[in-house]
């Protein structure tokens, strides 16, 4: 194969049972008020920032060992709203991803902690400040179905490199 050429191999896709295990939440971000112009908006009563409830909605469905997260499906704001549209393209990649064979871990490692609106304050236990819906999303999926949070080590380098596992 040439430098520019695409490949000609087709992916392997791994799609889910008709029947599947899943988990569905409801979170509520609370996060500042914003303008369309990016300024925070302060309580006229209080001269605080306003605060914003942002209901998420989000269910992961896994593979039939029910440990294997293999689709994600999101439901933010109403429909036809930009709020709702990105994070419904957004899981509809990730799901893509996890039925191609790609590593949680590696999409959780991807998105964990990026920071954009909304975020803020959450009311789920598993992640009580998110930076952003994706963050919010696979910081769960890490915590409900990946044993050990990525500590940023990976043995197999050091064995690569001659070094001790630890």
């Known amino acids: 194969m040439k430098q520019n050429e695409a490949p000609n191999e087709v992916a392997k896709r791994y799609p889910l049972a008709d029947e599947r295990h899943g988990l569905t939440n409801r979170v509520e971000i609370y996060t500042n008020y914003v303008d369309d112009d990016g300024k925070e908006v302060l309580d006229e009563k209080t001269g605080y920032p306003a605060v914003k409830v942002i209901k998420v909605y989000f269910t992961v469905n896994c593979y039939a060992d029910g440990k294997t997260?293999?689709?994600?499906?999101?439901?933010?704001?109403?429909?036809?709203?930009?709020?709702?549209?990105?994070?419904?393209?957004?899981?509809?990649?990730?799901?893509?991803?996890?039925?191609?064979?790609?590593?949680?871990?590696?999409?959780?490692?991807?998105?964990?902690?990026?920071?954009?609106?909304?975020?803020?304050?959450?009311?789920?236990?598993?992640?009580?400040?998110?930076?952003?819906?994706?963050?919010?999303?696979?910081?769960?999926?890490?915590?409900?179905?990946?044993?050990?949070?990525?500590?940023?080590?990976?043995?197999?380098?050091d064995a690569v490199a001659g070094g001790e596992d630890r």
């Open 69 to 157: 997260p293999g689709e994600v499906f999101t439901y933010v704001g109403k429909t036809g709203h930009d709020q709702h549209g990105w994070p419904d393209a957004w899981a509809t990649t990730i799901s893509l991803l996890l039925q191609h064979g790609i590593d949680p871990r590696r999409i959780v490692d991807k998105f964990k902690f990026v920071d954009f609106i909304p975020s803020g304050i959450t009311n789920c236990p598993a992640v009580p400040m998110c930076k952003s819906i994706p963050d919010l999303i696979v910081r769960y999926i890490e915590h409900k179905f990946l044993s050990e949070p990525d500590d940023g080590y990976d043995a197999t380098l």
